[in-house]
């Protein structure tokens, strides 16, 4: 089994070592083994499991569902329920932030349409964003 330094770990997984460190102090990452010269030793299990972390954070997971998440990875034997729940979940988020987007770009297409490129007294860019009151959504 090989052992590598946080460097190669941090190469290989794609997680940047302050960032391994992180993990390690709130204990989404087991604290590694330590050599003679009290530097990490890192082992292929703890590669999965950043690699993991960093794919969860990429997908917009929360550090206490990946916590979650791996807990339930490190018990395979329990349903996956909790699992299925965390992801619905995050795709709810992500469909609300879709739709606020949506909302956002059609606030933005009204008021660049309807920029004269006049002068700023007459701008339609300035008075929306002085007065909420003006946008088309109250929210975006």
Known sequence: MAKISIK????????????????????????PRRDGGNRRVFEESDLRRLTFIRHARELGFEVDAIRTLLD?????DRSCAEADAIARARLADVNQKIRS????????????????????????????????????FDRH
């Open 72 to 76: 339930l990875q490190d018990t395979p």
């Open 8 to 31: 190669e770990a941090a190469h290989d997984s794609g997680v940047k070592i302050p960032t391994i460190r992180y993990y390690e102090q709130i204990g989404l990452l087991p604290s």
């Open 101 to 136: 987007l949506v909302a956002l770009r059609a606030e933005l297409e009204v008021m660049v349409d309807s920029c004269t490129h006049g002068h700023v007294s007459e701008c339609r860019v300035i008075e929306v964003l002085a007065d909420h009151g003006k946008c088309i």
